[in-house]
């Protein structure tokens, strides 16, 4: 029996009837989630490449852009997550419709990995998606450092901004692996997965773990979910 049916028979029913709704009504006949995730990576690492050719040499502090934009795009990801993703805001419903409405009624704690390569949809942004980000985010801003800095700054920023729209691609996707995937058993991605399985859980999902790559701003923020231990639960269920 391979992972996909293990995950199937565990589903609870109310996740199983959503997913079937879902696929019934969202999932054209002729999407392919191959295709979707293939058009993610491949335009990614396109943009990326054609960034990082234009860098010329340079003064070595030139490279700090890269970990300078994985910075602030973990600060991003963690109040796009907790913010609009996860409360209703004027001109963004959209975004709280697609994520706390359809991605959080598609996947639970209970029923974390998807089922079939169709199910990619609700896992990966859209398509239009990574071109939005790329000409109304990523083009501005790079051309402002390109303009106000130095033209390397400017490429190497767009270089690290899609690279860290495909880091929280790729790793989001890990986490919704059959968990007897390969990638999903490394080491690293089971503790990442561990972290993402926990948001799933509606009881914790407006207040923990809302970094989906890594959990760098929810450390510093306090918003990292941790097991009680069980003395605790035990005081706080019996209020000794
Ligand atoms: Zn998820
Ligand atoms: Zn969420």
Redesign the pocket.
Known sequence: MDGAARATRSIPDRVAAFREAYRRERVGPRYSGRAHFAFTSLGGLSVIGLALSRVEPGPAAEWLTLPAVFLLGNIVEFLG?RGP??HRRRGLGLLFHR??EQ??RFFTHEALAYESPRDVKMVLFPPVLLLFFLGAIAAPLGALCFALISPNVGWLFVAAAVGYYLTYEWLHFCHHLPPDHPVARLAVMRQLRRHHEA??DPSK?QRYN?NISFPLTDWLCGTLWRPEAPIEKRRRDTGT
């Open positions: 997550h993703m996860h994520h706390t991605h959080h948001h799933h999902m809302f």
